[in-house]
Each structure stands twice: as structure tokens, then as C-alpha cells.
């Protein structure tokens, strides 16, 4: 039975890195498609989005299962909570990608990006992807090295998040009013992107750790302290 109970969480946290993986194909389509005005892949993300749906319920009801039967204490009762917590963050993170490929749609055939932010969001939407990618190492090693990296990213995609806020309230801004709403829209949902990241990788600091991630420097100083404890590559586990 024991066997048997590690095996579900052992899967529990594969499940979370298959999601990680498909939101990570979702920002990806979901970018260029608001980049490049392409409504097919636009509406593959919209539709795809209930997949990411259906796994996340389907976890959360395995996680559920396994504190109700097996009553799970220390380390795998961390497992379970952090299963349940990360998946909404992982589903949100899928409904941020479908509102960019929404906007996308909506545009159709006109381009969404506004003139003047195509760089801007080119940028972002290569962060965005990145960090999905980063956050899918994380979950399958529990490095915290990886942590630190989302960290540092949704750094900088703040920073555009503020410039794009700055470019649309400055005088010298000529947008009309629906590329100021799709440029503000479009700078959230990217940015909101990134700060789910975050939010999955402090838990995973809780989870390797035992201590919630309060701040985000405090991912720094985790995996300061996990890469001083056992040395390795990012890339191998540290579970």
C-alpha cells in the first residue's frame, strides 16, 4: 500500500509538469498568433484551453482523494497541497494565454499589436514562453536555480509591462482608443502570465523547503541554499 501511495504522488507531480508543458505550447501559439494576426492558431489555443481545464480538475480530484484516503503528513502532505495549489495557478496561467489569443481573434484581420509596442511584445511574449518552459524544469526536478530564473524574468517582463503603460499615457501617444485597450489588455495578460509563474515557484520553495517563498528574494536565497546543500546542474533533480 505504501508502494502504492508514492507511486500517486510521484504522479500527482507528473501530471503537474504535463500541464506546465502544455501552457507552455499554448503562450507560444498564443504569442505569435497576436503577433503575426494568425487566427487559426489563435483558435487551436482557445480550444486547446479546455484540455488544460480537464487535466487540472482531474489532478485537483486525485490530490482530494489521496488526503481523504491516505491522510498524508511531513513531506507528502507538502506534495498534495502544493499539487492542489500549483494547478490553479497552472490553469491560470492557460486562461491568460487564451485572452491573448482572443485578442488575436478579435482583431482578425487587422494586426493586435499596436504600432509602436511590436517589439515591446515581441520581447514579452519570448519571456512569457521561457518562463513556461523554466517553470516545467522546475517541476520535474525541484531545482530552485530554476525558480530564481522565472524570478528573474517576470522582472524584466514587468519592466516592459510598466513601458507599455508609459508609451500609452504619454503625449506623444496617437493610438486610437482600441489599440490603447488592446495594448493595456494585451500588457496584462502577459504580465499576469509571469506572475503566476512566480506564484508556482514559491510553492515549490515550500515544497522543497518546508518555508513559504514570502518574498521573491527569498527564491534566491532558497536556491542559494539548495545549490550550496547539493551541488548539480540545473537539470537534475534535487529531490
Known sequence: MREVFHQSLEELQSQL??????????????????????????EEVIADDAKIDELAVALDEQAIEILARQQPVARDLRIVITALRVSASLERMGDMAEHIAQLARLRFPERAVPKGLKGTFRRMGELDVQIAGTLADLLRTQDLRFADEIRNADDDVDELHASVFEKVLSDNWKGEATATVDATLAS?????????????????????????????????????AQSSATPSAPGASTS
Open 17 to 42: 509538469a504535463e500541464i506546465a508543458d502544455l501552457v507552455t505550447v499554448a503562450i507560444r501559439k498564443a504569442t505569435t498568433a497576436f503577433a503575426e494576426s494568425d487566427v487559426a492558431l489563435a
Open 188 to 224: 496584462r495578460y502577459h504580465e499576469r502570465f509571469a506572475d503566476h509563474a512566480v506564484a508556482v515557484a514559491k510553492k515549490v520553495v515550500y515544497l522543497a523547503t518546508g518555508d513559504w517563498a514570502v518574498q521573491e528574494e527569498d527564491i534566491a536565497l532558497a536556491a542559494e
